[in-house]
């Protein structure tokens, strides 16, 4: 073997995974040894084994950015009173399908449903693990239960929920063919009509909740739909998709089905909740893709805690999103005062007003001013430091407007206030580190260039 040759074999999977594990302590070893075998077999070179480990596990992240449900930070945050309390009841062994005052086996959400049953009366709760599951479900089971094949959709409610998922598409699965009724713009009631009379139907109605259609526009009530559905004897489902606690409790009778999220504006973990009119609930839990669908015993938790925490009206203390809505100017103000109270060397921090979202595919077009700061540093650009920061510990996502880094402070949770406090601090202390290393390696004028002052300011 040539000495080149030998110069180019590739490290052992040890070594790889020695030089992986000094940057990345927290991650398994088990990964790290995976992910050293793959470098090790197409080894192009230690440049391309200090970016091999660019997915990070799930981390804490403090989020700046304006928009309440942020779908890419897990949409509703859960708070750490409510964590507790579930993991105190769920740390073991737990009673999720026992009766324990018969001793027989028992129903994983008869506590939950009652709950829910006794706020909206004229329904049955079902539980599914997210609202495509709700929508299928319902359709499978309208499916397997009438001699239906079509569903009547307004064509300005054909709509594409996040991840590139088509809501027609996902009714297909079912079996159903789609009658698309109206245009984009304009769907009257009259539409319904003409295509029921034509051929017996299932009537849809889907909320779009992550766009808004304004102009020369006309849509119908969904409760316009109901004396249509009964008059025809054909089902009738709305997707509401999401909704908050005072609208659920304020649904109207009528609706054969009405699906919706329970992470979003309902402040929950991820899950789906159908809310059936008997006979179809029973209907629903014999369909085969029940179980598939079903919602696991943490989340099951969770929920149990966040209905109790609204029935009781403690879903301030309790529910996230509940807390950041709450939030008063007062309070904001006080946020305010404590940053500017603060000292920093090498940042200038201003207050400032910003327009908050709800965002996560909840009601569009909503928004609303609040108090925020805008950071800069003569040091770094912008894009720069909305990288420190968003890779610093703890993470702290933020956005840009007019070259300064904006970060509103309603979406910072009580319990986060320190960290995000913290986080700014050291972000100070970085840029006091870097400016320290310019002048350590800062050179006479006349044997510098551009180019090198450059590279200087980019160093560590």
């Not at 879903?315 to 006080?334: F, G, H």
Request: aromatic fraction near 6%; charge should be positive; proline fraction near 5%.
């Amino acid at each position: 073997m040539s000495q080149k040759e030998v110069k180019n074999l590739p490290p052992s999977v040890q070594k790889i995974v020695e030089f992986l594990k000094a940057d990345n302590p927290e991650i398994a070893a088990s990964v790290l040894k995976s992910r050293a075998r793959e470098l090790q077999e197409n080894w192009t070179g230690w440049g391309a084994a200090t970016h091999a480990l660019k997915s990070e596990p799930i981390k804490k992240v403090i989020n700046t950015t304006g928009i309440l449900l942020h779908t890419n930070l897990g949409r509703a945050p859960l708070g750490n009173q409510l964590l507790e309390k579930v993991f105190k009841k769920m740390n073991g062994y737990s009673n999720l399908e026992l009766d324990l005052n018969t001793g027989k086996r028992g129903s994983r959400t008869s506590y939950l449903d009652a709950v829910v049953e006794s706020l909206i009366p004229h329904y049955s709760p079902i539980w599914v693990n997210n609202n495509a599951a709700g929508v299928l479900l319902v359709l499978s089971t309208i499916k397997k239960a009438t001699t239906l094949q079509s569903v009547i959709l307004s064509r300005g409610e054909l709509v594409e929920i996040g991840g590139g998922f088509r809501i027609p598409e996902i009714m297909k699965e079912s079996g159903f063919n789609i009658l698309e009724v109206g245009t984009t713009n304009r769907t009257r009631l009259s539409d319904y009509e003409m295509a029921v009379s034509k051929e017996p139907a299932v009537i849809g109605c889907v909320h779009p909740s992550n766009f808004v259609i304004e102009g020369f526009t006309e849509s119908v009530n969904p409760m316009d739909l109901i004396p249509l559905a009964q008059k025809r004897s054909v089902p009738l489902f709305y997707d509401v998709g999401s909704m908050s606690f005072q609208e659920l409790i304020r649904i109207p009778k009528g609706f054969d089905f009405v699906m919706l999220s329970t992470d979003k504006t309902l402040g929950g973990p991820q899950g789906g909740l159908i809310l059936a009119r008997k006979p179809w609930d029973r209907k629903l839990k014999e369909n085969p893709l029940y179980r598939a669908f079903r919602l696991d015993k943490l989340s099951l938790a969770l929920l149990e805690e966040v209905f109790g925490a609204y029935s009781n009206k403690t879903d301030r203390a309790l529910v996230p999103i509940s807390q950041m809505l709450a939030l008063t100017r007062n309070e904001l103000e006080s946020r305010l005062r404590v940053i500017s109270s603060m000292v920093f060397k090498n940042l200038k921090i201003m207050k400032t007003r910003a327009s908050m979202s709800f965002g996560g595919g909840s009601w569009p077009g909503e928004s609303w001013e609040s108090a925020a700061l805008e950071l800069t540093s003569p040091l770094l650009s912008t894009q720069e430091i909305t990288h420190l920061l968003r890779t610093g510990e703890p993470a702290l996502l933020t956005t840009i407007r007019d070259e300064k880094v904006l970060m509103c402070l309603q979406t910072i949770l009580n319990e986060d206030w320190d960290h995000f406090v913290l986080a700014i601090k050291r972000l100070d202390e970085k840029l006091n580190r870097l400016k320290n290393s310019e002048r350590t390696h800062a050179r006479p004028k006349s044997e510098t260039t551009q180019a090198s002052i450059e590279t200087d300011r980019s160093r560590p």
